[in-house]
Every structure is written in C-alpha cells, then in structure tokens.
C-alpha cells in the first residue's frame, strides 16, 4: 500500500498490475478502498497519478464511507 498527502489529508492506495490495459483507471470502492489499475509504472509515477484525481477520489471516498 502506497499513500499519498493531498493538503490535510492523506490517500491509502494500492496498485494493481495488469499488462493488458491502454490505460490507467482508479477504482474507489468501501471494501477495497482506492486501486489504482494499470500497467507497471513506477512508485513516483503512480503518487503522480493519484495526485492528480485526489480531489475526485477524497469525494468518492465522503460517499462510499
């Protein structure tokens, strides 16, 4: 699990690896919480990514909880 700060709050994620998608998608569910799904990149690349959504994911995260 990987995290990242976005101003006063901090997002938990994990990666899920898989080679055959174009694309990368960030799935917020109350289960599993945030996933990030995608091809391999690296640790920075991912924050990166998470970073960019945060305040799409922080909203989603007020519903699913």
Known sequence: M???????????YSIQE?????SHYIEVEKHSGVVLKGKPVSGETADRMVLKKARWILAKLDVVE
């Open 2 to 12: 990987r995290s990242v700060r976005y101003g006063s709050r901090v997002i938990t």
């Open 18 to 22: 898989k080679e055959g998608l174009k």
